[in-house]
């Protein structure tokens, strides 16, 4: 199970109060301030000094933006970009290369063939940089005709974008997947793999992790963590945002009460990335049939049959369907933003350990379906015969979780992230797939949030002009939910 709390450098026990009189005195005074916070005033990053130890943050600020000694030349600012609320935006990839295409941020490492005579950058100017895994002991990789092609040091290279380090006070574990529980691990593992380093001393460590903390998008934010540090459960912190309702605009109210009923469930709390509803959750994670097939079990005594749901209920990871999305987007599907740069293929095998004798799941599954409509074929129960995405699939772009625990219900599955100071981070999702806040909302509405039926928002609206795709919002509220993104 992982617990999404983040660490915060600060005590009570450092203050001569009782825990429970501090609790009650800290949230009126945080809700109090909260109430008056108007969203537009908070646009640049906040920072809490004088709740950090001053003298580690500062100097864990100068250490982000430094290369370390025997690298390659890069620091942490040379991909997570202050400028751009740290993350990596193509504008700024852009313009780096056309101003100086020495920098160190134009490593070979992420040339988008690192042997080439005169590298390219493409998927860099994407914002992606490639990042390199080492398969689970109870996985391999397999071709299109089933037959096993794992390399021999079992690595596998996946193209992610550069998540922001603010608000990492509230949002463990860490990177897309959630393989590093703490900074110290994340900023440790990035100078080896990124920047090409060695061992960083632990006092250094530290230092990069309590500046990064020191970082957040908004004084709601600031607020989120400090209830946090003084040992508030993060159920009972109230989500900012409803206390500042009588401030939003008429757009951004009704933005948030769509955010509320079809983001909330998922990207829930006052830090946004908690799973709340576990119906939702549960319901994307479907059983795989026993006979290694990686098709979904469907419970076929009901009509229309009906996925079984895997028993996952410490699961904070979800496939929404976005690296499916990826794949698509590699045979020209429109509206996905790494269309034009070519993006990994594979298939994965799953054992039962790390023997690799008795398989358990290929994934995605050999597709099978009607080559007319594209849909499914069904099995001699009327079952469809379907991988966990619910759509035929040729290959993944990137295994998500599954590459960190080895299994199967995590394929293609992702850490829940923070929306806070969303509009402030494009791209989004893992891979950069959308390009714009609104490409972002019209992925939401097109193709993931009619896929719950719990939700009860069917593609009911007709598609919007240059699109084929139905709707599940209408042009009204996709700009309503922008409007509230934008000061989330």
Known sequence: MVLRIGTFLVSSARIGFPRTGMRIALQFSLLALGACSAPAEEAATESVASELPVGLAHRGERLFETAFPGTNGRSCATCHVREDHTVLNPAHVAATLAANPADPLFNRLDADDPTAAVPTYEHLKKGLVRVVLTLPANMDTIDAAGNVNTPADRKIAVWRGVPTVENTAITAPYQFDGRKGTLQEQAQAAVEAHSEGGTVKRVDLDSIAAFQMNQFTSIRAKLVATQLAFGVPVEEIERPELKLRPLLTPAQKRGLDLYTATCEPCHGGATTNRIVD????????????????????????????????????????????????????????????????????????????????????????????????????????????????????????DPGRAAITGDPHDFEAFDMPSLRGIANTAPYFHDNAAETLRDLVNIYSRFIVQFFPMLNRPLVNPPEPGSFVPESFTPQEKDDLIAFLQVL
């Open 278 to 397: 576990r119906n939702v959750h549960d319901f994307a994670i479907p059983e795989l049939k026993p006979d290694g097939s990686g098709n979904v079990l469907f419970d076929t005594s009901v009509t229309p049959p009906v996925p079984v749901r895997a028993n996952q209920p410490h699961n904070e990871f979800l496939n929404i369907g976005i690296a499916n999305l990826t794949a698509f987007g590699q045979f020209g599907f429109p509206g996905i933003f790494t269309t034009n740069v070519p993006m990994p293929q594979y298939r994965f095998r799953f054992y039962t350990d790390a023997t690799r004798t008795v398989a358990t799941a290929d994934l995605p599954p050999a597709p099978v379906f009607d080559p007319v409509t594209f849909q499914p074929l069904r099995d001699e129960n009327g079952a469809p015969i379907v991988g966990p995405n619910f759509l035929p699939q040729f290959f993944s772009t």
